[in-house]
């Protein structure tokens, strides 16, 4: 049936305003090392995991992200009954399994992504040594989420070499090539990913963790945030001051150090904006977690 000329503007007019409030409503990614969860520390108690466990969750809970990268996971069970009981109907996509090369086992720290999103594929890659870093560990857990409008979000959960062993220039050199290599593998799996979803529509790429670096000149070897940049990527922290985007926190064993800017979250194809410090108890983790809400453009 053919409407008159004044309900056709009306149904016109409500389709804009239905759609205009799906698009209102950006999605909620949050990033956060949850200190060798469960249980805080190597080798922790049952206590001490069922403790931190809950604290964990009443975190999650307050934030309720749509997507969720989580670092320094040391058991995939725990995770997996920590997302089970968080609100909404969350999913973990992917853990990791990433393998130390020196010990021949299963690396103490993984990666994870977890979603209240369908994956149309999720999975995790070791870094590939090579004969400059024979021994480059780690790696990062990738899924390519499905946006409820439609198209994708390419996610990528990374924990980057940690600082130990810069004590010297040629460790600080060691530290910063290691990051710097571990980038160049992570830009080339996204090539590699543009290749396999060409023709897909792909909203926008997402590059989150635990960086153990910064923009701020503390690490002055270090390319690793810059590479991402040249790859395309926005620095969500860019206009943040200093002072109120301290993710890691000094603790009883590290007094010397200064709280400093450890975790990102950095993007393409959402609209611009700043990345959050979300602060949480310091028995949850010595990390807090790094929220921002992604848009599309």
């Known amino acids: 049936m053919k409407l008159p000329k004044s309900h056709t503007i009306l149904a016109a007019g409500l389709g804009l305003f239905l759609s205009a409030g799906l698009n209102a409503e950006p999605i909620k990614a949050l990033s956060w090392n949850i200190e060798w969860f469960p249980g805080g520390r190597p080798k922790a108690s049952e206590k001490e995991q069922d403790a931190q466990t809950k604290l964990v969750a009443d975190e999650l809970a307050k934030v309720q992200p749509d997507i969720f990268l989580a670092q320094e996971i040391t058991s995939e069970m725990a995770f997996e009954k920590l997302v089970a009981a968080m609100p909404g109907k969350m999913t973990v996509h992917v853990t990791s399994r990433f393998v130390n090369h020196e010990a021949r086992d299963l690396d103490p720290q993984q990666v994870a992504i977890a979603s209240n999103l369908k994956a149309d594929s999720a999975f995790f890659e070791n870094f590939k040594p090579n004969k400059d870093l024979p021994h480059l560990s780690r790696g990062f857990a990738f899924a390519a989420l499905e ?25 600080e050199l060691g530290v910063a090539n290691t990051r710097a290599e571990s980038v160049r593998q992570l830009l080339s799996h996204k090539a590699e990913m543009e290749k396999r979803y060409q023709g897909r529509k792909i909203i926008g790429w997402l590059v989150g963790g635990d960086y153990n670096t910064n923009h701020d000149g503390q690490f002055t070897k270090c390319t690793a945030i810059a590479d991402l940049i040249k790859g395309g990527f926005e620095n969500t922290w860019d206009e943040t001051p200093k002072e109120q985007r301290h993710t890691w926190h000094s603790s009883p064993l590290t007094p010397q150090f200064k709280p400093t800017t450890f975790d990102y979250l950095m993007s393409i194809g959402f609209k611009k904006t700043q990345a959050k410090a979300v602060s949480v108890s310091r028995e949850a983790s010595d990390h807090d977690a790094v929220l921002l809400m992604l848009e599309p453009k």
């Not at 946006?147 to 460790?171: A, C, D, F, W």
């Open 147 to 171: 946006h409820p409008e439609g198209g994708l979000i390419m996610v990528y959960s990374v924990h980057l070499k940690s600082n130990r062993g810069s004590e010297t220039p040629e460790g």
